[in-house]
């Protein structure tokens, strides 16, 4: 089974940038998709962003120019680069692994808040 920690998130003002680490404790190269999500309070989550094995990675339009997803795979790290943060960007984040196929099952950080001031 994999862990996987989310760091990085924290309080930060309107127009600044911030990046978020998640570290797995395990090689999950051999698993089909790499997301992160974020969730409102009282909403569901929703997807921010995925990356396939052939580094072909999709954006919710919302975070478009803004955001960038990275994974590397020698060190089992995948990182979220935000930047011209909104207050609505503001909220939980979680990191995904897809690896139902391969491992029986899908894994999940448990989240790492971002802040934004107006």
């Known amino acids: 089974q994999v862990q996987l920690v989310e760091s990085g998130g924290g309080l930060v003002q309107a127009g600044a940038s911030l990046t978020l680490s998640c570290a797995a404790s395990?090689?999950?190269?051999?698993?089909?998709?790499w997301s992160w999500y974020l969730q409102a309070q009282g909403a569901e989550r929703e997807r921010v962003a995925v990356t396939i094995p052939d580094g072909y990675t999709v954006y919710t339009e919302s975070v478009k120019g803004r955001f960038t997803f990275s994974r590397e795979e020698t060190k089992n790290t995948l990182t979220l680069q935000m930047k011209d943060l909104k207050t609505e960007d503001a909220t939980v984040y979680y990191c995904?692994?897809?690896?139902?196929?391969?491992?029986?099952?899908?894994?999940w950080g448990k989240g790492t808040r971002v802040a934004i001031s107006s």
């Open positions: 395990a090689d999950t190269s051999d698993c089909s998709g």
């Open positions: 995904s692994v897809e690896c139902n196929r391969t491992h029986g099952m899908d894994y």
